[in-house]
């Protein structure tokens, strides 16, 4: 009985979007697509000049990572988070060689929240984003586009279908539309999961990593409680401020590589989706 | 005939291990082994309880990055790169969260550099860290131990027979057996490449991607000669400090992920291998 579980799970993930197509709702025009062509596993098959399996040219990433500049906003603020770099040795004035500092928060741009960000006990007990676990933060994870009236309700969960099994999903919204992350000031407009959101995709799901498109996981009423359900049970990651402009729904390989940061609660990250 | 090198490629790719090893040179024990087990793609035919090709669980991934510690070591210093994050919000103190600043050289513990490092021109020119190229900073990539008692010569390179086509080599040194990446006072006696062994890796072989086990990709004596000819066509990416203990050598799956610092010649990067 587990080994037909197992073969469903397998014909399940080779037809996603037959399926997740099925579990549509009519008035959510942009629900997920998963296209076969955005299999997660590089083709072995196909021709490379290239030497050891999965590899080959291409452009097959995506990255979903914003640059780190001066102009990126932070949460209640007009000025963007400021200069990022200082060039501390410069070969422009006798240095054998270039050297920069970077000094920011560790929530700069595209980040993941570590589970003391906002729970004391975990901070206490050490969980700090090097305890993070590299097989959630690289694997198959699912591209998703949610109504774009509304925040992230139980009801807008409920409503997305998501497969029990899939473990990484990004959360595209009304933010991408807006491109927030291009605006120096930080707009508190913006979208996010509810408190009761959080709790549904922790009641109800087997998602272990969240991403959205902008500051906060949770929109700004429910700023330190939606974060609070996400991280209690310290078996979710957070994903915030990532780039989701500009690539279609489905299903992709995430790889998301945070600093291994000893002691902080959270760290910048490079993400990127491979067709 | 460019379709038979292909197709010899593609065999060649799946036989790793036989023509390595008739490569190897009996007086370097210690040549790259690359069994069939580590093969760089995941296996999308394995039995897993996730939803997406190429996920599974089990402990596939390698991480091949140190960890920032305050004792990492700095070139030319006994003191260690020193305090890199400081607490600026604290829950204990009644903030909502806590929030870490980080700051710190862009060359600290596992890094990248970019071409601006030690060419002005290519500084000059914007050749930054951001535009380093995310399909060489993620494929497969060969894990090699070099001979314990020399630099990285041409006369090694060569006798490594690392063949055409491989674009990725770690190159495991001394350095990894003396664990010098865990002394706080830097070493200068590291090995690493000498210019001549550099100039052969450029002018005989197709790797764009040099890893190696301490703080400079070249040697003491060729630190800045090194550098420069590895930098200067800007089609090899270098990557230092990694952490290459109790790793197996042969052939993985790299994903090497730096910080998009925009205008610095390197950065900070998470590294792992997957099997």
């Not at 021709?47 to 990572?65: A, F, Y």
């Not at 959101?197 to 330190?224: C, F, P, R």
């Not at 690539?247 to 490079?270: D, F």
């Amino acid at each position: 009985m587990a080994r037909l579980a197992v073969v469903l799970m397998i014909l399940f993930a080779a037809v996603p979007q037959a399926l997740l197509a099925a579990g549509a709702q009519p008035d959510h025009p942009r629900l997920p697509t998963c296209s076969a062509t955005a299999a997660a596993a590089p083709d072995a098959a196909a021709p490379t000049q290239e030497l050891g399996n999965g590899g080959g040219g291409g452009s097959r990433i995506v990255d979903i990572t914003h640059a780190m500049r001066p102009e990126l906003p932070v949460m209640g603020s007009a000025a963007g988070v400021g200069p990022l770099l200082r060039l501390k040795k410069s070969m422009a004035n006798g240095s054998r060689s270039n050297l920069s500092e970077l000094r920011m928060s560790a929530h700069t741009g595209t980040h993941v929240d570590a589970p003391g960000h906002m729970w004391q006990r975990h901070f206490d007990a050490g969980f700090d984003v090097d305890t993070l676990d590299l097989e959630l933060l690289n694997g198959p994870a699912l591209l998703v586009d949610v109504p774009r009236d509304t925040n992230i309700t139980a009801e807008v969960m409920k409503s997305l279908n998501i497969p029990r099994g899939v473990r990484r999903v990004l959360f595209r919204t009304l933010n991408t539309d807006k491109r927030l992350m291009w605006q120096k000031e930080s707009d508190l407009s913006f979208v996010g999961f509810t408190e009761g959101g959080a709790q549904w995709l922790v009641d109800h799901t087997d998602i272990k990593l969240v991403g959205v498109d902008y500051l906060s996981v949770s929109s700004y009423d429910y700023l330190i409680s939606g974060h609070v359900v996400f991280s209690k049970s310290r078996e979710i990651v957070i994903v915030e401020s990532l780039k989701l402009d500009d690539v279609e729904a489905g299903m992709y390989m995430l790889h998301c590589l945070p600093l291994r940061l000893v002691g902080a609660e959270g760290s910048p990250v490079r993400c990127i989706l491979i067709k």
